[in-house]
DNA sequence: CTCAAATGATACCACTAAGGTATCATTTGT
DNA sequence: ACAAATGATACCTTAGTGGTATCATTTGAG
């Protein structure tokens, strides 16, 4: 199982490394050639993050992106959410027509409670405390 | 994203009906009626759980499964295990060339951190506890 | 002015795992 | 003898994930 998916985690390196880059624009073929990561999946990573917010980007020659939202403002949940939508990990098995099983419900606890404990620390990791971990 | 897979709730609801109705033996046609849940799946479902060792099962006319290991010693986790296989929350991405990249690292540490936590929990967490919690 | 290099938008593709079904063989109480 | 049960196993369908391809548009540089 995965809690981050390849979106989330490509997007955080590319995040961290322009956050440590200040240099004006850095372009997809940039982050190609520093990450080694696959480009056009790459790129669609990076117009995700600019239409949520997190970049600004230039088109044409000499174009790319720039991070526009300062690390400490970038929090971990709040990229799983852009590319993995709302965090779960007790997602469909309630809306089914299950869980009328009273007995059973406890089990549905229990994973709620275990979502909480991880939501709560997704909450609190941000951008800036990853990259300041990483030194 | 699920933590549970269909197997192990289904294989926690049987078996939590089978611990809280001592009659003999319980078929599958039996927990169909009682749990209304599908019959074929859930007959793979108590075979896997007949060979991990929770169940004996008697073949032919009359024939059924019983619930041979008290449910204080069921824990939540080997079920898991047992259907899902090893738990993990940071999964293929570490097997993957990735990773190479010190930088990110921090946000494997932080995966890693999440996971400790909710398997701590899964592992204390038996059938008994689940039960006790249903009254 | 032209062209290459870049993004915007979007459609498409392949693979895998999960959930579920079907079938045939074997056993056994009635 | 037969119906009712499990043992074993193969198959099917679907959705999500990871990834590619294409065409349009923009724009700096020669």
Redesign the pocket.
């Known amino acids: 199982m ?1 809690l981050l ?3 989330t985690d490509y997007a955080v390196r590319a995040l961290i490394y322009m956050a440590t880059h200040e240099q004006g624009l850095v ?3 940039d982050l190609d050639r520093e990450l080694k990561l ?4 790459m ?2 990573t ?2 995700t993050l ?2 949520a917010g997190y970049l600004s ?9 720039k991070l526009v939202m300062p690390p400490a403002k970038i929090r971990l949940i709040d990229l799983m959410q852009v590319f ?1 939508g709302n965090i779960s990990l007790g997602d ?1 098995l309630f809306k089914k027509k299950l869980c009328t099983c009273v007995a059973t419900c406890p089990l549905r606890r229990e994973v709620k409670d275990m979502e909480e404990m991880v939501t709560a620390r997704l909450k609190a990791v941000t951008l800036a405390d990853l990259i300041r971990n990483g030194k």
């Open positions: 995965n998916s390849r979106d372009s997809t073929a696959p480009r056009p999946f790129r669609k990076l117009q600019q239409k980007s230039v088109k044409g020659n000499r174009g790319g992106f993995q469909c």
